[in-house]
């Protein structure tokens, strides 16, 4: 499929509640791997559960990015009040904030974007460190991932490493780290 438009989200998530479970193992491992950074903002954050389900010690400041008005209803509406949750396009708008984030996160979404590199190149430059997940692997088609692109670690590297060392993968949901 081609890349989706908000309307399409909007749809989705128009829905009704978004099952998020199936993300829990993904989010502890970024975690795990997150340490204690004090900005973190999560592009394409959907209905918020990653943030909203942060443990302590919380980030002092946390940002949560989406285009689709109805996933962010879904986010704010959750217990989380320390985090901001803003309307953005990753693709159409400029970065929303002069704030450095020390973690940029961007958990199964890249495979929704026509420019994947791209958007993993500009996460990159304004952050400290990026933590990403993609489909490991993925042959179910889906309407909203970009057609004929199935990632493993090899594609991985290939993609997004030639411009920025790739420091850790995690071959189940394919999960992948670059550190400034
Ligand atoms: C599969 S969901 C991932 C949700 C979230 N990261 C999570 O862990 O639950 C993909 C998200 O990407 C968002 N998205 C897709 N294209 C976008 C764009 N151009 N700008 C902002 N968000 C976008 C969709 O609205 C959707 O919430």
């Known amino acids: 499929m081609p890349e989706q438009t908000v309307e399409y989200y909007d749809e989705i998530y128009g829905r009704g509640p978004y099952d998020e479970v199936r993300y829990h193992r993904l989010w502890d491992l970024v ?3 997150a340490g204690d ?4 903002c999560d592009f394409g954050c959907g209905t918020g559960g990653m943030l909203d389900r942060w443990t302590e010690p919380r980030p002092m400041n ?4 989406d285009f689709s008005q109805e996933a962010l209803k ?4 959750k217990p989380c009040d320390d985090v901001n949750f803003m309307k953005w ?10 704030l450095r984030p020390c973690l940029c996160t961007c958990i199964e979404t890249l495979e929704h974007l026509d420019d994947d590199v791209l958007v993993f190149d500009a996460m990159c430059s304004v952050s400290d460190r990026v933590i990403c997940s993609v489909p490991y692997r993925d042959r179910i088609p889906s309407p909203g991932h970009i ?4 990632y493993d670690e090899e594609m991985v590297i290939k993609r997004f490493g030639p411009m920025h060392r790739i420091e850790n993968i995690f ?3 394919l999960m992948f780290e670059w550190r400034g």
């Open 31 to 33: 975690y795990e791997w």
């Open 37 to 40: 950074p004090n900005v973190v």
């Open 62 to 65: 946390m940002y949560g990015l």
């Open 74 to 77: 879904q986010a704010r509406s």
């Open 89 to 98: 396009d990753i693709i159409k708008d400029r970065f929303p904030f002069s």
């Open 147 to 150: 057609d004929d692109r199935m």
């Open 171 to 173: 071959d189940n949901f």
